[in-house]
């Protein structure tokens, strides 16, 4: 399932039901991601992550086969596994800067290497801005950069609102379904609230400001906005996985492709009529609007 606990300062349960192998499939996902595993990079070897992540080498052999069937990695016997996956990005840099592409976790380094950080995201989950919030947590308290203000504004849909994705058929399953991603959700906000407050409390950021805030609306796209001026769309893609519950017991249902989905980058500039400069502006004040009026 794409969206399961995450390992980093989760808490272990037990390696029943899939959910070990999920919560270790998400924790490399999102090192390839923040650029840990490198396009064409080599992961560690089973035994390695087994030991690292404290599970089995089973765990880690159906991450890994899950990783694959994704298209996150390729595995062959006796050479280990390698990153085939590369997040798509159009971007109008990659047209003035040909043969450059452009990543999500360069954006998101760029808008940290300035004096203040505005973040507002419209998400399922936030996975993706967790990854890259943590790297750049790891960039403050290495010296490399030192923002004085982030201000970082999250908007998720309601736990009570019905969704579209992890649908069996069968309504036990997909409650089930819909408690796991909502406990990975839980623990992603609390990843937030530990990396951000910490610089603050380390006297690193002078001013951290994070707000969540849920919505009776269920995201066809992630949304980011980036210190007023950029914008990223990308939508979530549906599609169809095997699904492993407790007991062992294999299911059918919709997933969607979160962490790795594509993503459409626009730039504001100084022509007000610019295809970048009404997108970013319009999704500014959309986001601004739900936010105030709808956001609880």
């Known amino acids: ?28 996902r999102a090192r390839i991601a923040d650029g840990t595993y490198p396009l064409n990079g080599r992961l560690p070897t089973q ?42 990005i159009h971007s109008p840099r990659s047209e003035k800067e040909p043969g450059h592409q452009v ?49 970082l504004r999250v908007l998720l849909p309601s736990e009570s609102v019905e969704m579209p994705y992890w649908r069996t058929g ?3 399953h997909d409650e089930i ?31 951290v400001e994070l707000e969540i805030r849920h919505i009776g609306l269920v995201p066809y796209s992630k949304l980011y906005l980036v210190n007023n001026v950029q914008a990223l ?16 017991l294999e299911v059918e249902g919709l997933d969607v492709i979160g962490l790795g989905a594509g993503l459409t980058h626009y730039v504001k500039d100084d022509d007000p009529s610019s295809q970048g400069t009404e997108f970013v502006e319009k999704q500014q004040a959309w986001f601004t609007s739900v936010w105030e009026l709808l956001g609880r």
């Open 1 to 28: 399932m794409r969206y399961g606990r995450g390992v980093t300062g989760s808490t272990s349960t037990g390696e029943r039901g899939g959910r070990e192998y999920d919560r270790v499939a998400a924790e490399l």
């Open 47 to 88: 035994r390695e992550l087994a030991k690292e992540l404290k599970v089995s080498r089973d765990t880690v052999q159906r991450a890994l086969r899950d990783l694959k069937n994704e298209r996150w990695i390729e595995s062959r016997q006796g050479s280990g596994s390698r990153v085939i996956w590369k997040q798509r």
């Open 103 to 151: 990543t999500l976790g360069e954006l998101v380094a760029e808008a940290f290497e300035q004096t203040e950080v505005t973040l507002d995201v419209f998400t399922l989950t936030a996975e993706s801005l967790s990854a890259h919030i943590r790297t750049q947590a790891e960039r403050i308290r290495a010296g490399h950069i030192s923002p004085q203000r982030i201000a």
């Open 170 to 172: 069968n309504p036990t």
């Open 177 to 207: 379904l819909k408690e796991r991603y909502l406990d990975f959700r839980r623990g992603l906000m609390v990843t937030l609230r530990t990396l951000l407050s910490d610089l603050q409390v380390r006297e690193l950021v002078p001013s």
């Open 233 to 248: 769309e990308g939508p979530y893609e549906v599609y169809m996985r095997t699904f492993e519950l407790d007991g062992g």
